[in-house]
C-alpha cells in the first residue's frame, strides 16, 4: 500500500466540507441580482425596515434549496437585525393540526422572549397569545418571520393556523412575515376563499440550475484555493487537472446522465461527495474514472441487476414482449409472446429454441421477479398464459441490461437496438 499524501487529505477533507455545507454551493448560485436569493432577500427586508406585513410562497422540486436559500437569507437578517427579528419555524409533516401548530407557536415566541410556557394552554389561549405577541412586537418595532415548511399540508382541513395568522396580519398593529415552502406548484390555490383573499400572492420558482450554472458550480466547488495552507504548486495543477476534466466529452456526458436521472442540486452533491471520497490519496488528484464509479455506485438500478441474473430464454422473452410494444401491440399475453418468440426463431434460425412448458416457466418467473406484471387485477380466475401483460422496465433499461449481460446472445442486442 502506498503512501498517503497529506496534501490530498487535507484537500479531500475540504471539498467534503464544501459539500456538507450547502450555504457555501447556495451563495454561489445567489450572486446574480436576479437570482432567488436576492429576490427574497429584499422582499423580507424591506419587510423588516419598512415594517409591513408580507406573505410569501417558495414552489419547486424537493432538493432544489428553498430552505438551503431561505436559512441562509434569515442567518444574513439576523446578523443584519438582531434586535428586530424574530424567527417562528413549523414544519407540516409535525404541526399539520391546528392545536399543535398554536401550541408550537406559542412555545418558540416563549422562548424567544424568555416567557414562561404553559402546556396546558387551550387552543384558544394559544391562538390568543399569538394575536398579543404579534400586536406587542409590532408595537416594539420588532418582525416576525414564520416559516411554514410543506406548506400544502397546513392548506388542509379548516386551515385555522393559515387564516387566524393571515388575519392577524391584516392589523396595522402587528409586523410580521409569512414564507412558505412547497414542493406543490398549485400550493396557493389550496387555500380556501377567505385564506387566499388575506395572501400576498408573491411566489418565487426554484428550478434546477441550467447547463452554465452547473459548469460554473462545479468548478467553484472543485477548485481548490491558491492562497490556502495548501502547497501552491500542488492546488495549481490539482485545479488544472480540473478543467481538463470538466471540459472531457465523457465527463459532460455523466453530467447529462445525472442531470436526466434528477437535475436537483442535492443530487448532484451527493454524487461530487462519492466522486471525492474515491480520490486516490497517494496521487492525490481526482480522475475521471472517480465520477465514471460514483455515478455507477450512485445508480444502482435493481431491474438492470435482475436483468442480470435473468436466463437467455427470460431475456428472449423480455425483448420479445419489447417488440410487441415498438409494434403498437398495446394489450398482449403469453400466447402473443410465444408466437413472437416462434417469428424470431424462423427468421434467424436461433439455435436458442424451447418448448412451451420451458417458456411458461421462464414467463412466470419473470413475474415472481416483477420484470413484468398483469395489466389489471381482473381474471384471477384465468390461465397464466391467457392474462395480459406489460412490461415493467423501460427501453433504456433492456438495452442497458442486455448490454452487461456477459453471454447475451448478439441476436437480441440488434433486435432491441432495431
Known amino acids: 500500500m502506498g503512501k498517503e499524501n497529506p496534501a490530498a487529505e487535507k484537500a ?8 456538507c455545507d450547502p ?25 423588516v425596515t419598512e415594517a409591513y406585513n408580507n406573505s410569501i410562497l417558495l414552489l419547486g422540486p424537493r432538493g432544489s434549496g428553498k430552505i438551503a436559500v431561505l436559512e441562509l437569507i434569515l442567518t444574513d437578517l439576523l446578523v443584519e437585525y438582531p434586535d428586530t427579528i424574530s424567527v417562528i419555524k413549523l414544519n407540516g409533516l409535525l404541526h399539520s393540526d391546528d392545536c399543535c401548530a398554536f401550541k408550537e407557536i406559542a412555545r418558540q415566541l416563549c422562548m424567544e422572549h424568555q416567557l414562561l410556557f404553559s402546556k396546558m394552554a387551550s387552543f384558544d389561549d394559544n391562538s390568543q397569545f399569538m394575536i398579543e405577541m404579534l400586536r406587542e412586537c409590532g408595537l416594539a418595532h420588532k418582525t416576525i418571520i414564520f416559516v411554514l415548511d410543506e406548506f400544502d399540508l ?12 393571515l388575519d392577524a396580519m391584516q392589523s396595522v398593529t402587528s409586523q410580521a412575515v409569512v414564507i412558505g415552502v412547497s414542493c406543490r406548484l398549485d400550493a396557493d390555490q389550496l387555500l380556501e376563499k377567505r385564506v387566499r383573499s388575506r395572501f400576498s400572492h408573491r411566489k418565487l420558482l426554484f428550478l434546477p440550475p441550467s447547463k452554465e450554472d452547473m459548469q460554473r458550480l462545479l468548478e467553484h466547488i472543485l477548485s481548490l484555493p491558491v492562497d490556502s495552507s495548501l502547497p501552491h504548486a500542488y492546488a495549481v495543477e490539482f485545479n488544472k487537472r480540473i478543467k481538463n476534466i470538466l471540459a472531457d466529452g465523457r465527463f459532460k456526458e455523466i453530467v447529462n446522465t445525472l442531470v436526466n436521472l434528477d437535475s436537483t442540486v442535492n443530487h448532484l452533491l451527493r454524487f461530487l461527495f462519492l466522486a471525492v471520497s474515491y480520490m486516490d490519496l497517494e496521487s492525490g488528484f481526482l480522475s475521471f474514472e472517480n465520477f465514471k464509479t460514483a455515478l455507477s455506485n450512485s445508480h444502482r438500478q435493481p431491474k438492470l441487476e435482475c436483468i442480470k441474473d435473468c ?9 420479445c414482449m419489447k417488440r410487441l410494444e415498438v409494434k403498437e401491440q398495446n394489450s398482449y399475453n403469453f400466447n402473443s409472446v410465444m408466437k413472437e418468440y416462434k417469428s424470431i426463431h424462423d427468421s434467424f434460425q436461433t439455435s436458442d429454441y424451447y418448448s412451451r412448458n420451458v417458456c411458461l416457466r421462464a414467463f412466470e418467473h419473470l413475474l415472481q421477479r416483477e420484470l413484468l406484471g398483469f395489466t389489471d387485477n381482473r381474471g ?37 437496438e432495431r
Open 23 to 47: 450555504k457555501f454551493v447556495v451563495k454561489h448560485l445567489s450572486d446574480s441580482p436576479d437570482s432567488n436569493y436576492s429576490k427574497l432577500k429584499f422582499l423580507v427586508s424591506s419587510s
Open 380 to 416: 384471477y380466475s384465468q390461465s397464466v398464459e391467457f392474462r395480459p401483460v406489460k412490461l415493467l422496465i423501460s427501453s433504456i433499461e433492456l438495452h442497458q441490461g442486455l448490454k452487461s449481460y456477459c453471454s447475451c446472445p448478439v441476436i437480441l442486442l440488434k433486435l432491441v
Open 12 to 19: 479531500s477533507n475540504l471539498l467534503r466540507s464544501r459539500l
Open 154 to 165: 397546513f392548506a388542509q382541513g379548516k386551515q385555522r393556523l393559515l387564516y387566524s395568522l
Open 311 to 319: 436466463s437467455i430464454l427470460e431475456l428472449y422473452i423480455l425483448v
